[in-house]
C-alpha cells in the first residue's frame, strides 16, 4: 500500500483521517463534474479539521490519499475499473487501476489504521435477492472490519428491510444521526425506524471508544445521516423513476456489479441532473460530519 505522505504524517501523530472511496467518483457520478466533486468531498473532510484520505488502485497498488493527478486519473482517465474486496489481488497481480467500493476501501482502510470513511450510499441486497442471492459484499465485509461508515443509508433501488435484517445478523450496528428514521439516500425517510441514534459528533466518538473497550470493535458501524431536507428528491419523481429504472434493468438483463451503477446513471438522465444534485449534497454533508467525528474520536 501506498499511503499519501500528509495522510501518513497525520496517523504518525494521531490526527483526524477520513477515508473515502473512489467508485462513487468512477461509476457513481457522471464525467466530467465528477472530478470537481471528488475535490469538494475531499475539502469538506477538510473544513471540519481532518485529512482526507481518497482510496484508490494505481498501477495495481492501493493507494490511501491520492494526489490531483492520481484523482484526476480515477475520475477521467476511464482506466479505472469497479473493484470490491475479492478482486484487490487481481488487480495488483495485473498492474490495473481500480475505483474501490465501499466493502474495498473499508478494507484497505482499515488495514491503513483508518476508522472513520464517509460515502454516499452503502449497498446492500438487491430486490430479488432470494432468487438472484445478489447481495452486496460491502455488508460482509463491514462485519469483519473495524470501521465507522458515515453514508444516508441505502437507495431505494435495495430491498431496505432485507438490508437491514442482514446488518443485524453481521453484528453490523446502525445509528442514526440526530434521527430514528434509516435513510433512503435520495429521501430522508425510508420507512423504517432506528433502534440507536446520536446527536453529536462527540457522541458517535463516545460509541467508537466504548467498542474499542469492550472488545465489539471487529465489527463495523454504519451512521446513517439522512440526506438535508431541502435536498431531498421529490418523491413522486423519485418513485416513478426508480420503477421505471427496476424495470429498464431487467429489460437489458443487467446484473452482478453492473447493476448499481446502471440504475445510478438511469437515476442522471430521467431526473435531468436532480438525482446528482441530490448525491451531491448529502456526500457532502457525510464527508462533513465525517470530518467532525474523526477530530472528536482522535481527541477522545
Ligand atoms: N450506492 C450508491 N452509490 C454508489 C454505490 C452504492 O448510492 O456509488 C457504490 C459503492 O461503491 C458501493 C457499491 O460499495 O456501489 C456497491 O455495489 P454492489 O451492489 O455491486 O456491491
Ligand atoms: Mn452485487
Known amino acids: 500500500m501506498r499511503i499519501h505522505p500528509e495522510v501518513a504524517e497525520a496517523l504518525d501523530a494521531g490526527r483526524a483521517v477520513v477515508a473515502l472511496e473512489s467508485t462513487?467518483?468512477?461509476?457513481?457520478?457522471?464525467?466530467?463534474?465528477?472530478?470537481r466533486i471528488a475535490r469538494e468531498i475531499e475539502q469538506s473532510v477538510r473544513s471540519a479539521g481532518a485529512v482526507p484520505a481518497t482510496i484508490a488502485i494505481l498501477d495495481g497498488q492501493p493507494?490511501?490519499?491520492?494526489?490531483?493527478?492520481?484523482?484526476?486519473?480515477?475520475?477521467?482517465g476511464g482506466t479505472a475499473i469497479k473493484v470490491s474486496v475479492r478482486e484487490i489481488a487481481m488487480l495488483a497481480a495485473v498492474a490495473g487501476d481500480g475505483a474501490t467500493?465501499?466493502?474495498?476501501?473499508?478494507?484497505?482502510?482499515?488495514?491503513?489504521?483508518?476508522?472513520v470513511f464517509a460515502t454516499g450510499g452503502l449497498g446492500g441486497v438487491h430486490r430479488g435477492a432470494r432468487d438472484s442471492y445478489d447481495e452486496s459484499a460491502d455488508l460482509?465485509?463491514?462485519?469483519?472490519?473495524?470501521?465507522?461508515?458515515?453514508?444516508?443509508?441505502v437507495k431505494s433501488i435495495l430491498d431496505i428491510g432485507a438490508?437491514?435484517?442482514?446488518?443485524?445478523?453481521?453484528?453490523?450496528g446502525v445509528i442514526g444521526y440526530r434521527t430514528d428514521r434509516f435513510p433512503a439516500f435520495y429521501l430522508a425517510d425510508s420507512g423504517f425506524s432506528l433502534d440507536w441514534w446520536v446527536q453529536t459528533p462527540k457522541q458517535a466518538a463516545?460509541?467508537?471508544?466504548?467498542?474499542?473497550?469492550?472488545?465489539?470493535?471487529?465489527?463495523?458501524?454504519?451512521?446513517?445521516?439522512?440526506?438535508?431536507?431541502?435536498?431531498?428528491?421529490?418523491?413522486e419523481l423519485h418513485d416513478r423513476v426508480l420503477a421505471d429504472g427496476l424495470?429498464?434493468?431487467?429489460?437489458?438483463?443487467?446484473?452482478?456489479?453492473?447493476?448499481t451503477p446502471f440504475l445510478l446513471d438511469y437515476f442522471h438522465r430521467e431526473t435531468h441532473g436532480a438525482s446528482v444534485s441530490a448525491n451531491v449534497a448529502l456526500v457532502l454533508a457525510n464527508a462533513r460530519l465525517a470530518g467532525e467525528i474523526a477530530v472528536a474520536y482522535a481527541g477522545s
Open 206 to 235: 463516545a460509541v467508537l471508544r466504548a467498542r474499542d473497550r469492550l472488545g465489539t470493535d471487529r465489527f463495523g458501524l454504519v451512521l446513517a445521516n439522512p440526506i438535508p431536507a431541502e435536498a431531498e428528491l421529490d418523491r
Open 24 to 35: 462513487i467518483i468512477s461509476h457513481g457520478l457522471p464525467r466530467p463534474d465528477n472530478l
Open 101 to 115: 467500493t465501499v466493502a474495498a476501501t473499508a478494507h484497505l482502510a482499515a488495514r491503513a489504521g483508518i476508522t
Open 63 to 76: 493507494h490511501i490519499g491520492l494526489d490531483d493527478d492520481a484523482l484526476h486519473r480515477i475520475a477521467t
Open 140 to 153: 460482509t465485509t463491514l462485519s469483519r472490519t473495524p470501521v465507522l461508515v458515515v453514508c444516508s443509508g
Open 163 to 172: 438490508t437491514l435484517e442482514r446488518l443485524e445478523t453481521l453484528s453490523v
Open 247 to 259: 424495470a429498464a434493468a431487467q429489460a437489458a438483463d443487467v446484473h452482478g456489479k453492473d447493476v
